[in-house]
């Protein structure tokens, strides 16, 4: 049985790379394809990736990264 998701290795440690201020680019290649995003024309509104288990939440300020947060919003 395949689901049509696709799971990566991402670590807290790569979270912590990311800083406030960096492009989406930038966090793609730190992080990878998030495996949710949201955008606003072409516009990141935030990107959401899944750590250990919980959901952790990278959203965007004018094109850049402005805070990192855990959702307690997680579907597996």
């Not at 998701?5 to 394809?33: N, R, W, Y």
């Not at 990107?47 to 959901?55: F, G, L, P, T």
């Amino acid at each position: 049985m395949m689901c049509g998701c696709s799971f990566q290795t991402v670590s807290l440690e790569d979270l912590q790379k990311v800083k406030a201020g960096m492009s989406p680019e930038k966090v793609v290649e730190i992080m990878g394809d998030p495996d949710e995003e949201v955008k606003l024309d072409e516009t990141p509104m935030y990107y959401a990736y899944h750590i250990d288990n919980e959901k952790w939440v990278i959203d965007f300020e004018d094109g850049k990264v402005g805070q990192k947060s855990k959702s307690d919003n997680f579907m597996h």
